[in-house]
């Protein structure tokens, strides 16, 4: 499934819906902007790989279930022109300055761990990015789409609440081996979900 296949059915980004703690959904008023029957719209969307389900809601919306969500890794792209307008200091967990430069250095150093360590950088596998916490990194994640279309993109809380989400997934859900821990295709996931993040994060390489 990509986003740009989505979108080009739908004519517009979709807008992601829920936490993704259990399931990835997407809601869509394209049927309603575009006067096209929701439920052929729906039908539609259906065919598109990767969607495992979509329905026409009574309000004329369409809800999306993606398979795996993980797959939007791969589509994530830098963000031209996003805002930087906090200070660096004071840096505490108050400044989201610091959250965000700081989310993007871990984010950063986790390409030069797992060089270090050995986690192989081929072999992605997108379903493998189902921890609780990754999850949470990719929902924000796929916000991209529908903020870029829109007028009023809401930039710096979008930023604010990646480097939140992808804190947690650092400390809890590491793209790194740890202690004895083998590299495999958990951390080639994980690693590629932290280069997403650094992609899209403003700041410096390292703090």
Do not use: C, K
């Not at 979900?193 to 700041?203: D, K, M, N, P, Y």
């Amino acid at each position: 499934m990509t986003a740009g296949r989505l979108a080009g059915v739908l004519g517009e980004p979709p807008v992601p819906e829920g936490t993704w703690q259990r399931e990835a959904v997407y809601v869509s008023a394209a049927a309603l902007r575009r006067r096209v029957p929701p439920g052929e719209l729906a039908a539609r969307v259906r065919e598109v790989p990767g969607v495992s389900g979509a329905e026409a809601l009574s309000n004329g919306f369409l809800r999306i279930i993606v398979a795996v969500p993980g797959a939007l890794v791969e589509e994530v792209e830098p963000v031209a022109g996003l805002p930087d307008p906090w200070p660096d200091l004071p840096r505490t967990w108050d400044n989201p300055g610091f959250v965000v430069r700081y989310a993007r250095a871990r984010a950063a150093a986790v390409r030069r761990w797992a060089r270090d360590l050995g986690v192989p950088s081929e072999g992605f596998r997108p379903d493998l990015l189902d921890d609780p916490r990754d999850r949470a990194v990719l929902r924000v994640l796929a916000e991209l789409p529908s903020r870029r279309a829109s007028v009023s993109p809401g930039w710096e809380s979008f930023l604010v609440r990646l480097a939140l989400a992808y804190h947690d997934a650092h400390e809890l859900a590491p793209a790194v081996p740890v202690g004895d821990e083998p590299p495999g295709p958990v951390h080639t996931a994980r690693v590629r979900l932290a280069g997403a993040v650094r992609e899209v994060l403003v700041g410096p390489e390292r703090l």
